[in-house]
C-alpha cells in the first residue's frame, strides 16, 4: 500500500459544474472521502 499524488476532475452528476484538484490518494483505501469545501464547486 501506498500514496501517489494524482490530479483529478471533480463535478457535479450533468456535468455542469466542473473543478480540478490535486489529491493525495491512499492506494489501500476502501472509501473515498473529499472535504466538502471541494464538493460544493461554483461555476
Not at 457535479?12 to 471541494?38: F, H, Q, S
Request: aromatic share 2%.
Amino acid at each position: 500500500m501506498g500514496h501517489v499524488w494524482v490530479r483529478t476532475k471533480l463535478g457535479d452528476e450533468d456535468c455542469d459544474k466542473l473543478g480540478n484538484a490535486d489529491a493525495l490518494l491512499d492506494i489501500g483505501v476502501m472509501l473515498t472521502i473529499i472535504p466538502r469545501k471541494l464538493a460544493t464547486i461554483s461555476k
